[in-house]
């Protein structure tokens, strides 16, 4: 198997790998990769997970601090904790599919004013290869597992920043890596 390097030549770690190939299947379904420019962050499987319930302001406030160290995030106003809460609230289920439990546990969010144990708050800074174009995006994004090893991910935030078309050497490796990733996808499918 071929190891996955990222723009710096770093190897990616398999649980990095993973998520790659999740949203190389997303953008195969709604053709674009998002892509964090944000300033690299510990290796996922060193970070903590925090297992108990977290204050919604706590996780608004880190998400904060981590947004004014981004070249991007830095400019952006910073998230409040009524502005997420507002967003579930508003919620609109013909615009935003979700099953009855992703719908009330975000509810709960909102009137609890808590995240559930393994529930992040994050950012995406770069959307790239969606009609041939590449995106600087601000998006604040809510996760929450659903099971084990699934969950639903809802954007708080959604803001264009601007846009460029991908040069063709952009468009090859874009087509590339997401081969490259299909087949990674296919291997990891057919593993015991």
Do not use: C
């Amino acid at each position: 198997m071929l190891p996955l390097v990222n723009q710096s030549g770093r190897s990616f770690s398999r649980r990095a790998a993973l998520a790659l190939i999740v949203l190389a299947a997303a953008a195969i379904a709604a053709p674009g990769v998002n892509v964090s420019r944000a300033p690299a962050a510990p290796a996922e499987e060193n970070r903590p997970v925090d297992e108990r319930p977290v204050l919604l302001a706590d996780a608004v406030a880190e998400l904060n601090a981590q947004a004014a160290q981004d070249a991007i995030g830095k400019d952006q106003p910073p998230l409040t904790e009524d502005e997420a809460i507002a967003s579930l609230r508003g919620i609109s289920r013909k615009r935003t599919p979700m099953t009855d439990d992703v719908y009330n546990a975000l509810q709960k969010i909102a009137v609890t004013r808590m995240l559930p144990a393994k529930a992040k708050l994050d950012f995406t800074t770069g959307w790239s290869g969606h009609n041939g174009f590449d995106f600087t995006v601000w998006w604040a994004d809510l996760s929450i597992m659903t099971g084990e090893k699934t969950g639903y991910t809802y954007r708080l935030r959604d803001r264009m920043i601007a846009s460029r078309p991908l040069t063709d050497e952009e468009r090859e490796r874009l087509k590339v890596e997401l081969r490259a990733q299909k087949v990674e996808q296919a291997a990891r499918e057919g593993e015991p």
